[in-house]
Structures are given as structure tokens and as C-alpha cells.
């Protein structure tokens, strides 16, 4: 599991775009984390753009959908 790679994180997160409709929500984030990685000492900055999509539920809001990856610098 991906999670098990990370100790010591911190993480602040940058809402961009939120849509909501009655039921169905989706949001866009930058994740930026402070990790140490891999049992190393040192910690690293990762930001990732993580995405969301929640669906009303009878007793509230589910997380259905969870995607992340890193950011690139772009290219050109």
C-alpha cells in the first residue's frame, strides 16, 4: 500500500474548483505534503493534484472516487 511509504506527514491543502449538485459533488485539490519517505530521515515537498467525487448518500456525503498524481512541471 502506497500509504505505508510515508511517516511524519504534514499536509495542507489548496482548494481549486468545487462543484456541487444535489447529488453528486466533485472537487479538484493541491495536496502539499511534507513526508519522509521510506524509513528515510530527511523529509521531501510533494503537491499533488488529487481529485474527489462525493455522492449523497441517506445518512450523508461518500467519497466514491479518489484519484492523485504528481505535478509535473510543464512542458513547452
Same mark, same amino acid.
Given at each position: 500500500?502506497?500509504? *505505508?511509504?510515508?511517516?511524519?506527514? *504534514? !499536509?495542507?491543502? +489548496?482548494?481549486?474548483?468545487?462543484?456541487v449538485d444535489h447529488d453528486l459533488?466533485c472537487t479538484v485539490d493541491l +495536496?502539499?505534503?511534507?513526508? /519522509?519517505?521510506?524509513?528515510?530521515?530527511?523529509?521531501? /515537498? !510533494?503537491?499533488?493534484? /488529487?481529485?474527489?467525487?462525493?455522492?449523497? +448518500?441517506?445518512d450523508g456525503w461518500r467519497c466514491?472516487?479518489?484519484? *492523485?498524481?504528481?505535478?509535473?512541471?510543464?512542458?513547452?
Open positions: 500500500m502506497a500509504a *505505508a511509504r510515508y511517516a511524519d506527514r *504534514a !499536509i495542507d491543502l +489548496e482548494n481549486l474548483p468545487t462543484w459533488a +495536496e502539499h505534503q511534507l513526508a /519522509s519517505l521510506d524509513g528515510k530521515p530527511d523529509q521531501v /515537498s !510533494i503537491t499533488l493534484r /488529487s481529485t474527489h467525487v462525493y455522492r449523497r +448518500e441517506a466514491v472516487h479518489r484519484h *492523485a498524481d504528481f505535478m509535473t512541471p510543464r512542458q513547452g
